[in-house]
């Protein structure tokens, strides 16, 4: 049942202009993505180096399992999250909790050390344990409700709504793109002991908890302006369940239409074909990082390079090249020959699967999957793929954001947020046990099977285009 909503109406902006509260939701995104990163950069490193290092001591396997539910299961809550948002709390309220609740983990990951060091959980720590669950729940409520609002202060078929989700998509990775470097500088660097064998500089003992406490720090912010500065830049924009005003009265009801089940249809039709792009797309925080820490040459004029800096060369290419990109949409919208929304997304998985191939090479430079360290591959096939990789999640990442809320109901906009987010979820989970046969299987084999099958299922993608189009009844 469609509840229409009793919500004021959300800013309307002129035909050049957005509302200044896309750019409090861009400053809150960005802090709460420099808390997220900057924490996902560290992970795999702080469970596999040992506790002399400062570490847990976790194997590769295990390791990576572990990393690939957790981030699985941060992108499954988001459609718990989303329902109680629409049903019960509001946008506004759930992301409060979710923005508290994610800064009080990262401070449990920050004391471990001072409060337990027995493995009593999943083999960690039970504040590192306790610290992720939080993280989990955390983003369940955060994620899925600020997207929503982005798409709350446009109306149905504003032209601007696409490029919002641009600039929305930016402040994620901005913070994305800042998170590993400091993160990484202190954990790898400022708070690091650093030896030197044969001429080489290695990392003898690092500190990672100072990293997991700046990535609290940058979640307390943006809550503060988020809370501080809400009220005047949004309204009463997200602050009540749909269908509910302030007085809590339930307005009148209707059935969902044939063209609202369609659309709803076409969500979880490319929700499922995306699991295949999300689980590549995320080896960059395990085997990559992984093979990245081994194989590749980081030594550039005599400095070190961070293994956890490489996560921010995402987010760099992503601001570098997001106007680009949403030049090119505009451009041949102008022209009439703008791709539709399956399309965008097919060619954005035929882009992933191209990056990997840039691994394949890095192998073959090493000479196949050799285990000797010594032999490095060059940086340039690790930032190849990166860029690929970037330009493909440009042509699907934020064209999602903005389907779900073109082709959602109103009244199940944060719900349906969330079932987007079930792609990275499945895809997470997977994407670790990928990870964990990369030693059993080889990179050349782990890194040539993802590129197949991403560019294949993005090509079945592009070929029944027209029907899920015409599913969209106008929307697409």
């Not at 049942?1 to 200044?20: D, E, F, L, R, Y």
């Not at 861009?26 to 490193?45: A, D, H, I, N």
């Not at 901005?174 to 202190?186: H, K, M, N, T």
């Not at 064998?197 to 100072?210: D, I, K, L, M, P």
Request: hydrophobic share 50%; glycine share 12%; aromatic share 14%.
């Amino acid at each position: 049942m469609q509840v229409a909503t009793a919500q004021a109406p959300p800013p309307t902006p002129t035909s050049s202009k957005h509302p200044p509260g896309l750019y409090l939701l861009f400053f809150t995104e960005m802090w709460e993505r420099f808390s997220y990163y900057g924490m996902r950069g560290l992970l795999v490193l702080y469970l596999t180096k040992t506790a002399v290092q400062g570490g847990l001591g976790i194997s590769e396997a295990s390791a990576t399992l572990i990393y690939g539910y957790f981030t699985g299961f941060v992108y499954f809550t988001p459609i718990i999250g989303g329902y109680l948002a629409d049903k019960y709390i509001g946008q506004r309220r759930a992301i409060l909790i979710g923005g508290v609740t994610m800064a009080i983990a990262q401070l449990f990951l920050f004391m471990q050390p001072a409060l337990s060091t027995v493995p009593a959980v999943f083999g960690m720590p039970w504040p590192t344990a306790v610290g992720l669950l939080l993280l989990i729940l955390g983003n369940g409520f955060f994620k899925p409700n600020i997207s929503t609002i982005v798409g709350k202060l446009y109306q149905q078929g504003d032209p601007l709504r696409d490029a919002a989700f641009t600039i929305f998509y930016m402040g994620i990775n901005v913070g994305a793109f800042f998170a590993p470097l400091v993160c990484g500088y202190l954990a790898e660097d400022l708070f690091a002991t650093k030896t030197v064998v044969n001429g080489v500089t290695e990392v003898s003992s690092y500190g990672f908890r100072y990293g997991f406490l700046a990535a609290g720090i940058g979640m307390m912010l943006g809550q503060l302006a988020f809370n501080l500065l809400g009220k005047k830049y949004l309204g009463e924009v997200g602050m009540y369940p749909e269908g509910k005003g302030a007085d809590n009265k339930v307005v009148e009801k209707t059935p969902l239409t044939k063209e609202e089940t369609d659309r709803m249809a076409v969500i979880f039709i490319i929700t499922i074909f995306v699991v295949f792009f999300w689980a590549g797309f995320e080896q960059a925080g395990s085997s990559l990082t992984l093979y990245t820490d081994k194989y590749i040459n980081r030594d550039v004029f005599g400095f070190l390079i961070p293994t956890s800096w490489f996560q921010s060369v995402n987010p760099l290419f992503i601001v570098a090249f997001a106007p680009v990109t949403a030049g090119i949409w505009l451009a041949l919208g102008r022209k009439g020959k703008d791709l539709s929304i399956p399309v965008k997304m097919g060619l954005g998985m035929i882009l992933l699967g191209a990056g990997f191939l840039f691994m394949v090479g890095a192998v073959m430079e090493r000479g196949g999957d050799v285990a000797n360290t010594s032999i490095k591959a060059s940086i340039l096939w690790l930032l190849a793929t990166y860029f690929f990789h970037t330009i493909g999640e440009l042509c699907l990442s934020p064209i999602g954001l903005s389907m779900v809320s073109r082709l959602s109901p109103v009244s199940l906009t944060s719900m349906l947020m969330g079932v987007w987010f079930l792609a990275p979820f499945v895809a997470q989970i997977a994407g670790g046990y990928i990870a964990k046969y990369v030693e059993e299987l080889g990179a050349l084999t782990v890194f040539g099977l993802i590129a197949g099958f991403v560019i294949a299922a993005g090509l079945l993608l592009i070929v029944i285009a027209k029907k899920l189009f015409h599913m969209m009844h106008g929307r697409g």
